[in-house]
């Protein structure tokens, strides 16, 4: 699963990192950091976690889209319309 | 066709085609789709990786959180799009709506929107920049190579310029208790962008978390060894330092080249266009089917005096995405302009570091709240007697607060108290920004109005 978290909004509240230890951390007082690339086992936490960001600033992957990933070179044309 | 007849069968089975695969492409592609857009669109990117997200590249991954080849972006929906990746652009024929590639193919448009960002700016000597052991760093294989070597403990690691991204490498290699080695031209990191008050807070960061910072120097050569390795760097002052790691930080360079000739209003500024991001072709008329956004375009913004403002900002290159996408597919009257307020964010040495509007513009700054010397303020920039721009550092509640100013023009200096100000924030004094007519590392906004003095604009009509 992907994320990413928008940090113009983030206002480093740290929900998401009490939520989800093992995705986002504080580094320092203020600042975000977090993997952009979670085990599916982290799903959970991350729902969680994306649910209690007080500034929705946190996008993981709609849960229908990761199917349609990007050809990679050279077969892109079996990915036509 | 009559035009809204043209526009019911452009949503339909109109062509759509994008150039520039990333994050601006991206969020284009899913804002036609979720806007009903049902014809062919097709994105073409000369990266071989779906789009991906690049803060993490000079934060979480060079500090061992992340991974480079798992930054991808997530996707709000799916796109549906013909993924043309690994394939570069290399011309584009207004008149017969095509862009040519770089594999021979060509690809026909109806509505075209080029998103293909900036590139790292090289260190200039060519032969000195392929040596083994020198990086810049703006695409994932970037970062992936030079996470690889400093995983394999370096003796030291050489910054050149200390921009956003030179600040944030040289953070990580001190948290991974690598010596570092900073060059910047200007007498501080960050000046370019935040001034030379704010800089001097910065240089101190640097200083106090081990960073050897040299300020008020240029690099004059790197030195390889007998294998074509870097081994050392030589600085203008006459010192030399010995490293085997050196990472080119002095901005970047817009990806126009391929539209040399086209007839577009593209060069190295970037591309203008309007507040609704139609380009402009070379004359300075607006097109109607190519449109433009992210790191590439430049467009004037109302709030500061019309001024073209090419961003180098993530929240730009989104919300400028949106913004072309829906007048793409809309009638005159529904298309909407991109009037956003510049903002940016950067961390490094655990200090959130935040910014709004256009610091850059600045003439003087007050520090509002909380104090230089903890690290923890919100300074105001005044242009001409109203707020304009504005930087917190750990202090990013109150960053909404003055955007709101900014968008007001309220009065500079604030009429107001607030609250944690110290006696350092009674009055204003001179932001230091420098001589902008010289060039410094990535200021991450550009001031790209009309100059009278430039005059290396050169127009390459298509069909002379
Ligand atoms: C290391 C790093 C750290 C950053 N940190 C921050 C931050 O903390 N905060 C912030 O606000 N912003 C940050 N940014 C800036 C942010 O990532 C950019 O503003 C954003 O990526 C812009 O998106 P874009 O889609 O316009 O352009 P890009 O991301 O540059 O994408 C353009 C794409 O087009 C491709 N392309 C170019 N030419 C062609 C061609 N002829 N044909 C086909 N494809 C082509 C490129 O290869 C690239 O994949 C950072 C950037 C970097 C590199
Ligand atoms: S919960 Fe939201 S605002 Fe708080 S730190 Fe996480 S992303 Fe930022």
Request: overall charge negative; proline content about 7%; charged content about 25%.
């Amino acid at each position: 699963m992907r994320l990413v978290v928008d940090l113009n909004k983030c206002q480093g509240y740290a929900q998401c990192a009490f939520l989800a230890p093992d995705v986002f951390a504080m580094h320092g007082e203020e600042a975000l950091t977090y993997n952009p690339r979670v085990d599916e086992e982290q799903r959970e936490n991350v729902a969680r976690a994306v649910a209690a960001c007080p500034v929705q600033a946190i996008l993981a992957d709609a849960l229908d889209a990761p199917g349609e990933m990007a050809a990679a070179p050279g077969e892109e044309e079996s990915h036509g319309r | 066709m009559a035009a809204d007849a043209f526009l019911t069968w452009l949503r339909r089975e109109g062509r759509i085609v994008i150039v520039g695969a990333s994050l601006a492409g991206l969020r284009a592609a899913e804002t036609l789709r979720d806007e009903g857009f049902e014809g062919s669109l097709t994105m073409i990117g000369d990266e071989p990786y779906e789009p991906y997200d690049r803060p993490p590249l000079s934060k979480s991954v060079l500090l061992g959180k992340a991974s480079p080849a798992h930054t991808e972006l997530p996707r709000r929906r799916p796109v549906d799009a013909k993924w043309r990746l690994g394939v570069a652009a290399t011309g584009l024929d207004m008149a017969a709506k095509r862009v040519l590639l770089a594999d021979g193919d060509e690809v026909e448009y109806d509505r075209l929107l080029i998103a293909t960002g900036v590139r790292a700016r090289p260190w200039p000597r060519q032969a000195e920049a392929e040596l083994d052991g020198v990086f810049v760093l703006r695409t994932r294989d970037d970062a992936a190579g030079l996470q690889r070597r400093l995983m394999a403990s370096p003796r030291r690691v050489f910054v050149i310029g200390a921009g956003f991204t030179g600040s944030e490498i040289a953070s990580a290699c001190r948290a991974r208790d690598l010596p570092v080695t900073v060059a910047e031209r200007a007498d501080a990191p960050l000046v370019g962008a935040l001034g030379g008050v704010v800089g001097a807070v910065a240089a101190e960061l640097h200083r106090e978390n081990g960073v050897d910072l040299r300020t008020g120097v240029m690099v004059t050569g790197l030195e390889g060894d007998s294998v074509g390795r870097v081994r050392a760097a030589h600085l203008s002052d006459g010192s030399t330092v010995e490293t085997d790691v050196v990472v080119v930080s002095l901005g970047a360079t817009r990806n126009t080249e391929w539209l040399a000739g086209s007839g577009l209003g593209a060069g190295p500024r970037g591309i203008a266009c309007d507040a609704g991001c139609r380009a402009f072709d070379f004359r300075g008329i607006v097109t109607d089917d190519v449109f433009v956004a992210g790191d590439v375009a430049r467009s004037p913004h109302p709030l500061f005096g019309y001024q073209f403002l090419s961003l180098e900002h993530w929240g730009n290159a989104v919300t400028q995405a949106e913004v072309a996408a829906h007048n793409m597919i809309s009638s005159s009257t529904d298309r909407r302009p991109h009037m956003w307020v510049p903002a940016f964010w950067s961390s490094q040495f655990g200090v959130n570091i935040k910014s709004v509007g256009v610091p850059s513009m600045g003439e003087e700054i007050l520090i509002t709240q909380g104090s230089l010397a903890e690290r923890r303020f919100t300074g105001a920039y005044g242009y001409q007697g109203r707020v304009i721009g504005a930087v917190t550092f750990d202090n990013s509640r109150w960053l909404q607060f003055y955007q709101g100013l900014i968008e007001t023009a309220a009065p500079f200096p604030p009429a107001f108290l607030t609250v944690d100000r110290r006696p350092e924030g009674r009055q204003p004094v001179p932001a230091d920004f420098p001589d902008p007519s010289l060039p410094t590392h990535g200021p991450t906004v550009t001031l790209s109005g009309y100059s009278p003095a430039d005059r290396r604009l050169v127009f390459k009509p298509a069909h002379p």
